[in-house]
């Protein structure tokens, strides 16, 4: 067994980041998104009824999103996971 055998049990692959149009893009394509920089993972964004939405977990109810320009210059956005919603 060489020293490399295990290597998979013990890193965690890094998202791939890409910027806003490029999140957009895979929203369009019925992917969910979040970004690395907020602090909560379960907060995502997605198509919600053709209407770009934001998931907040706090409310467990989505809401249109309104864009900051952090939000569109962040190059931190990767794909999401569905959130709970029990």
């Known amino acids: 067994m060489s020293e490399y055998d295990d290597i998979e049990s ?3 692959p890094v998202p791939a980041t890409t910027s806003f149009t490029g999140a ?3 929203i369009a394509k019925g992917h969910i998104m979040r970004r690395q920089s907020w602090s909560d993972d379960e907060t995502v964004i997605a198509l919600n009824k053709d209407i770009l939405s934001i998931y907040i977990p706090s409310t ?3 809401h249109p999103l309104l864009v900051s320009l952090a939000d569109m210059q962040g190059k931190d956005w990767v794909i999401g996971s569905p959130p709970r919603l029990v």
Do not use: E, F, L, P
């Open 24 to 26: 957009i893009d895979r």
């Open 10 to 12: 013990h890193t965690q």
């Open 60 to 62: 467990k109810v989505w």
